[in-house]
């Protein structure tokens, strides 16, 4: 088994493809047959594998989810207790409810088993910058 940390700086809102560090490593570790487990190590930020053809599909999901979990300032979300880190950390955390913080993927021949238009990405919910940790395992199998 090796493992690694990817780590991505984020700026704010938006997806982060880094579909080519995971298979840049997959390659330096002479990975085979298996599977890849990644799991990002925040709260407040998701992993999820998406197109990564159009742009706008990333556009999309990140309004999609700014209208189920507006600022906890918006008036539809006064209900939020947990507002210590800002108006935007509660729901970023319902965010990250919503999309999953771990992924499998099968790795054929060292290589991830993605189709045509799949990319793995960080989508990055709160509005300040971070440097958000991903941690991956590839088990040979």
Request: hydrophobic share 40%; proline share 9%; aromatic share 8%.
């Amino acid at each position: 088994m090796s493992a690694t940390r990817f780590v991505i700086p984020t700026r704010g809102p938006a997806c982060h493809d880094f579909s080519h560090e995971v298979a840049g490593w997959l390659r330096a570790i002479g990975a085979g047959d298996g599977v890849l487990t990644l799991f990002v190590r925040h709260t407040s930020c998701s992993l999820l594998v998406q197109e990564n053809a159009d742009p706008d599909v990333q556009r999309d999901l990140l309004n999609w989810l700014d209208r189920i979990a507006p600022p906890a300032d918006h008036p539809s979300m006064r209900y939020l207790t947990h507002r210590t880190e800002g108006p935007d950390d509660m729901p970023a955390h319902l965010k990250a409810a919503v999309l999953p913080v771990n992924l499998s993927i099968p790795v054929f021949a060292g290589r991830m088993e993605l189709g045509t238009w799949q990319g793995i990405y960080l989508v990055e919910h709160r509005a300040s910058p971070h440097r958000r940790e991903v941690a991956a395992r590839f088990q040979p199998g």
